[in-house]
């Protein structure tokens, strides 16, 4: 994975999908003295179906902010969109650019954007917010550097900024990288374990062990394509 950048910003659709595996890579960047910022979406109000929208939206955004703060990220943004039916176009596509103008990262970091996902031998079908969030992102790194697309943005103070060099997707089945995230493993326990009401919602199982089980399980599976070592795997579109 290359090193030579300084600022990430992670732009997903939900609370919990960096918590699924990336946070144990944010994790270790942070250890190497790099920033990074995470955006999301929607706050999940969806989410959790033994809760009504109006009481799950705040208690996920409280838990999202909780988990970023348990592998050391302090800037957490959402942008309201509607859970469940993330659209695809260029109103999603201006508010990602306007974020990528205002925090101008090197790195952006975002979820699979593919129809599908794979754990194990099993192939899931992604679902839309996934597909359609990771392609407005991919998008909207080119428009954030061009100034004649969006040019409002760029009367309210947000000027061009084309210094992203790389795009990270994480959970991609088509992965071309990896960080070795070892010692970012707890991190990331402790960040999926924040989302303890959506996870007792979803499993029966004790959620520390479940977390754990998950994030280990992950960072094997990318082990055995990276020297043994464990790790964090990502799609990376260089610009």
């Not at 960047?29 to 989410?47: I, K």
């Not at 969109?81 to 201006?94: F, S, W």
């Not at 998008?139 to 103070?157: C, K, M, S, T």
């Not at 599976?221 to 579109?237: D, K, M, T």
Request: net charge negative; glycine share 8%.
């Amino acid at each position: 994975m290359p090193t030579d950048w300084r600022r990430a910003l992670a732009i997903v659709a939900h609370p919990d999908d960096l918590e699924y595996g990336a946070s144990a890579a944010v994790a270790t960047w942070l250890d190497d003295g790099r920033e990074c910022v995470y955006l999301l979406a929607s706050v999940g109000e969806a989410g959790i179906d033994t809760l009504a929208p109006a009481e799950a939206g705040p208690l996920r955004e409280r838990e999202q902010r909780a988990s970023a703060a348990a592998v050391g990220v302090e800037t957490v943004e959402f942008l309201g969109h509607p859970d469940g039916v993330i659209e695809y176009g260029t109103a999603l596509r201006r508010d990602f650019a306007a974020a990528i103008r205002r925090h101008r990262p090197e790195l952006v970091l975002t979820l699979n954007h593919h129809d599908t996902w794979s754990w194990g031998d099993s192939v899931f079908w992604n679902t839309p917010d996934h597909r359609n969030v990771g392609r407005a992102v991919l998008d909207a790194v080119a428009d954030a550097g061009n100034r004649w697309i969006f040019p409002d943005l760029a009367e309210e103070g947000l000027l061009p900024w084309d210094g992203v060099r790389y795009v990270a997707v994480a959970g991609s089945p088509r992965p071309t990288h990896a960080v070795d995230a070892s010692s970012g493993l707890d991190r990331a326990v402790a960040s999926l374990l924040c989302h303890r009401t959506y996870i007792e919602a979803l499993t029966k199982e004790d959620p520390e062990t479940y977390c754990r089980t998950f994030l280990e399980g992950s960072m094997q599976g990318v082990a055995a394509r990276f020297g043994g070592r464990p790790g964090v795997s990502f799609e990376l579109f260089n610009r």
